[in-house]
Nanobody, 126 residues
Framework: QVQLVESGGGSVQGGGSLRLSCAAFGYTNGITYMAWFRQAPGKEREGVAT????????YYADSVKGRFTISQDNAKGTLYLQMNTLKPEDTAMYYC???????????????????WGQGTQVTVSS
């Protein structure tokens, strides 16, 4: 089993920055992908960024390219999401996810991830 614990959310004005962290506990050896998803009220959960733990290949949603950066510290078992130039439309609950399977492409669909954290709220005011 893998436990994921997110932190770093909060409230920020538009144009500001936040860094989210996701600590992985338990049997983490063999995790192939880790990702950040977000879900706003009344909307579906969407992929924000994914990273391959083996190759560091990344995926970013078009809406965050150039503003968000996903990174990992394998020694600490921690995933990060640096979010810059935040916009009100970035407001959502942000979730960390992990999986042990291999996919042809870096996955961005929530159905490709078996393990989830509880989420951390990000609120961006205009």
């Amino acid at each position: 089993q893998v436990q994921l614990v997110e932190s770093g959310g909060g409230s920020v004005q538009g144009g500001g920055s936040l860094r989210l962290s996701c600590a992985a506990f338990g049997y983490t050896n063999g995790i192939t992908y880790m990702a950040w998803f977000r879900q706003a009220p009344g909307k579906e959960r969407e992929g924000v960024a994914t990273i391959s733990t083996y190759t560091s290949t990344t995926y970013y949603a078009d809406s965050v390219k150039g503003r968000f950066t996903i990174s990992q510290d394998n020694a600490k078992g921690t995933l990060y999401l640096q979010m810059n130039t935040l916009k009100p439309e970035d407001t959502a609950m942000y979730y960390c996810a992990a999986d042990f399977r291999f996919w042809k492409d870096v996955p961005a669909d929530p159905r490709n991830f078996r393990y989830w954290g509880q989420g951390t709220q990000v609120t961006v005011s205009s």
